[in-house]
Each structure stands twice: as C-alpha cells, then as structure tokens.
C-alpha cells in the first residue's frame, strides 16, 4: 500500500509542477502583453490563486512521503528507537487531525458553492466547484497518504523493524540529506 502511496503522490505532484509551469507561462505572457501590447489577458490572476491552492494541497502528499515536511529534533534525536518512532507516529496523528479538519470545512465550503452556485466574482464568472473541487480532493488524498504512512511506520513499529519505519515516517538528518543528494547526483550522470 505504501508503494501505490508513494507512486500516486508523484504523479499528482507531476500534475501540480506541470500546472505550475503552465500557470507561470500564461503569466509571463499576460506581464509581457501588458508590457508591450497594453493588453491585460483576463484572469491570469485569478487562475493562478486557483493554481496555487490546488498545487498546495496536491504537492503535500509526496512532501510526507519525501519526508520534506518541517518538523523540529532537539529532543527526538536523543531518544530511544522506538520512542522516535512513537513520536513519530504522534506527529502524523496531529497532522491527519489537522488535515481532516481542513478537508471537512472545505468539503462543507463545496458543498455551499455548488447549492447556491457560486461563481468567483470576477469577469471570467467561474463556478467556484471547479478549483474547489480540485482542491477539497487534495486534502482527501493528503489525509489518505496520511493514514497509509502512519499504518506503514506502526506495521515497522510492531515488527521492531525501526531502519523501516524511520525510512517511511522519520525525520531526515543533515548526514542522510546529503547522502540522499550525493546518489541523486550520481545516478544523474
């Protein structure tokens, strides 16, 4: 399950740099026509915060996969095994409970839109269930990646398998980012 988690999370993140590219292309064209031409594309603002938030929320589930999430070691890295790893799975916990949380108020926001028909109040008029949609299934699938990664590290946890469960859940040192980056290189030539 791990596997699919892991394969699914980047192609949603290809998905989101792809639009992220896009979106940076139709603004250089939009800055660029506006420079030279004194002809604004309409909407180039609005798609790109819709872009924005869309890529947030698709992009989270490879970063905790990655392992590229923020967290703070002063006391973790002192710590016992299998207390890392307890916190470790605490630490996703807290951030499914946050997730979810996320995900349920803008599940509710959708669900609003989509009865009242909302559109942005803009001249492009969008329907507001069409970014929001996007963006309500990447918490979804974040607090799904979410679960995935917590039952992985406890299956490790249980089976005392502690190198597994600091490779799926556990925070990456500066000795093992540069390693990781050191291969990168190496496998890039």
Excluded at 8 to 31: K, Q
Excluded at 71 to 91: C, E, S, Y
Excluded at 148 to 164: C, E, N, Y
Aim: charge should be positive; hydrophobic fraction near 55%; glycine fraction near 4%.
């Amino acid at each position: 399950m791990y596997y699919f988690a892991e394969r699914f999370s980047t192609l949603m993140a290809r998905i989101a740099g792809f639009a992220v590219l896009l979106t940076a292309l139709v603004i250089a064209v939009e800055v660029t026509a506006r420079k030279l031409f004194h002809v604004s594309l309409v909407g180039a603002d609005e798609i790109s915060g819709y872009v924005l938030a869309i890529t947030v929320t698709w992009g989270a589930s490879l970063a905790l996969i990655r392992r590229a999430h923020v967290r703070i070691d002063v006391v973790q890295a002192h710590l016992p095994r299998f207390f890392r790893v307890a916190l470790d799975i605490l630490a996703l916990l807290s951030l499914l409970s946050v997730t979810l949380l996320f995900a349920w108020y803008a599940t509710r926001l959708l669900h609003t839109n989509i009865r009242t028909g909302a559109v942005s109040n803009t001249q492009m008029e969008v329907p507001m269930w069409i970014p929001q949609s996007l963006w309500v299934a990447g918490f979804w699938i974040f607090a799904a990646i979410i679960v995935i990664v917590a039952l992985s590290t406890l299956h490790a946890m249980v089976a005392r398998d502690f190198g597994r469960a600091h490779h799926v859940a556990g925070m990456r040192g500066a000795l093992e980012e540069s390693s990781d980056e050191t291969a990168e290189a190496r496998a890039r030539r």
